[in-house]
């Protein structure tokens, strides 16, 4: 006989809690015992049970849970549970984090992550198995428009996977959150109109446009993706849409100063489109950035943000489910960066791209445009283009030290490098071991060939051959769901101190530990360089860079 505590930890989210009764069942390598608990969760708290089991179970490899209800089934969120079994047996921890509902039972695994194995009698080989397949079953693909990025099959939230939703604490946080930015947006037009722009720095502050080096201290934005585009009607209104083309120069103090806008390409009707100079009078310069500005709105949110952002991010996020069973070391990596998208975009798609959405109803690039503008910025979706130093070097940003967003940007992909290169060869000894990865291998194609619609021609792999490869997409992925989201929007859950402990063993936490170290440094550089300038860059800030794509 042996004495057995458990721990049952329950989520901070509303509604977490439950009192229904708690059948778990603990297995060993040795046997298995049946026991029976009852809940009396609140959220964020943490029940101990002690439980006297009359046989010898053996080191713990899985536990099995099955919540009963009586009149109503309250959903339970459960974050984790561990078990600190006789002797010296090791206390072992079983990640959960969902939501555990219905009367069907749930079979956790102990949280040491594990590579698939031959051995198809391996008792943890079998269950990743069940695992995808009943994954699969679940997260299907769909396509939302012909030559865009594939997504979660869900109509509506109500037909998500309810782990795929956002919890109701962050579904209120969301909608406090769309408040408060439009409050803003309308704050900010409110200030443009009653202040007239008298200053250079009074453009720069809202423009954002992506810039590309020429020669030397000359540089070009480019919004050529807009031309062409069907501009939107409003209420009545025809509405107007500019591809303008700026060139910049660098001034010696860091700055860079429209030098030229040209507001269209050239075409047959206008073969030589007007030019406009900060030399002109006043009232025409002003309007030329006005366009820029207008023009710079559409390709942030469409290209930048909502594309390469939030869509790219549901298609790891799908892929993963898919592909990696929870025991992988790469979903315990990726899992804290790809909750929940599919809520978020799910919604994005219902009311805001939607065909009568927002979009339709207040924007030049409604009304069928924007899916123009999505399909277009799909043939620039390339691999460089995702990661910092490919896409710095190729677009001429890199050494420039007033290139903010370039220089954090770069510092923040070097300390997710090292992090996940940490992680991976604790676990992937070698580059045969990455390409004998069966579940990795389907990953990396399921992304590329199906999420991606064959985006191979574009530069991503659809298998790996080594680790430093591996290495490289997985920066990616951690970046743009994270740090590159942060730069092109808000921050929610600061990165790399996510509260769920997905990993068990004290490698990957000593990993953890160092990355939080490398972002608390950079956090104390980045504030000391902001002490000495006017405008402060903060966006790539780590204590303002969320985990995850949430909004």
């Not at 439950?18 to 059948?23: E, I, R």
Request: charged share 20%.
């Amino acid at each position: 006989m042996g004495r057995y505590r458990i721990h049952v930890a329950t989520g901070a989210w509303l509604f977490s809690g439950s009192f229904s009764p708690l059948q778990l069942w603990l297995v060993g390598e040795r046997g298995e015992a049946e026991l029976e608990l009852q809940l009396r969760s609140t959220r964020g708290q943490v029940e101990e049970f002690e439980q006297d089991v009359p046989q010898d179970l053996g080191p713990l490899q899985f536990v099995k849970l099955r919540k009963h209800h009586s009149l109503v089934d309250d959903a339970w969120f459960c974050d984790r549970i561990t078990v600190k079994g006789p002797g010296d047996l090791e206390e072992a921890a079983f990640p959960c984090y969902r939501w555990v509902q219905g009367q069907s039972v749930l079979t956790l695994p102990e949280g040491t992550a594990r590579l698939a194995g031959n051995n198809t009698l391996d008792v943890f080989q079998k269950h990743r198995e069940k695992e995808l397949e009943e994954r699969q079953q679940i997260y299907c693909w769909a396509t939302w428009k012909e030559g865009l990025p594939m997504t979660i099959a869900a109509g509506s939230i109500d037909d998500l996977p309810p782990n795929m939703r956002f919890h109701e604490q962050k579904r209120l946080d969301y909608g406090w959150t769309v408040i408060a930015g439009l409050m803003e947006m309308a704050l900010k037009y409110v200030y443009t109109l009653l202040s007239p722009w008298k200053r250079l720095e009074d453009f720069d502050q809202i423009f954002w446009g992506q810039k590309t080096a020429l020669a030397g201290s000359l540089f070009e934005a480019d919004f050529i993706l807009l031309d062409g585009i069907p501009a939107n009607v409003v209420q009545g209104e025809q509405q107007y849409l500019a591809a303008p083309l700026v060139m910049l120069k660098m001034e010696p103090s860091g700055k860079l100063l429209p030098m030229v806008i040209q507001i269209q390409p050239p075409s047959p009707s206008c073969p030589t489109p007007p030019l406009f100079l900060p030399s002109d009078p006043p009232l025409a310069w002003l309007l030329a950035k006005s366009w820029v500005r207008s023009s710079d709105f559409h390709v942030h949110e469409l290209q930048y943000h909502l594309l390469n952002t939030h869509l790219l991010a549901e298609v790891i996020a799908v892929a993963t489910m898919r592909c990696l069973p929870g025991l992988h070391p790469v979903f315990k990596l990726l899992i804290p960066h790809t909750p929940r998208y599919t809520d978020i975009n799910t919604r994005a798609r219902n009311k805001l791209i939607s065909d009568g959405g927002l979009f339709d109803k207040g924007w030049s690039t409604g009304g069928g445009g924007l899916v123009q503008v999505f399909r277009r910025a799909m043939t620039q979706l390339t691999y460089r283009s995702l990661c910092p130093p490919d896409d710095l070097a190729d677009r001429g940003l890199l050494g420039i030290p007033s290139a903010l967003y370039a220089n954090d940007a770069l510092r923040l992909w070097e300390i997710i490098a090292r992090y996940v290169e940490g992680i991976v060869y604790l676990f992937y000894h070698g580059d045969d071991v990455v390409r004998g990865d069966l579940e990795l291998q389907a990953w990396c194609w399921e992304i590329t060939e199906v999420g991606l619609c064959h985006a191979q021609d574009r530069g991503f792999p659809v298998s790996f051959q080594t680790r430093a490869q591996l290495c490289h997409f997985l920066t990616m992925c951690i970046f743009r769901c994270s740090a590159q989201h942060a730069a092109v929007n808000t921050g929610q859950v600061p990165l790399g101190h996510h509260q769920e402990e997905y990993f068990s063993g004290p490698e990957p936490k000593a990993v953890l530990r160092q990355f939080q170290a490398d972002l608390d440094n950079l956090e104390k550089e980045i504030v000391a360089r902001n002490e000495q300038l006017d405008l402060p860059y903060e966006y790539l800030k780590p204590s303002l860079i969320e985990s995850s794509v949430a909004i």
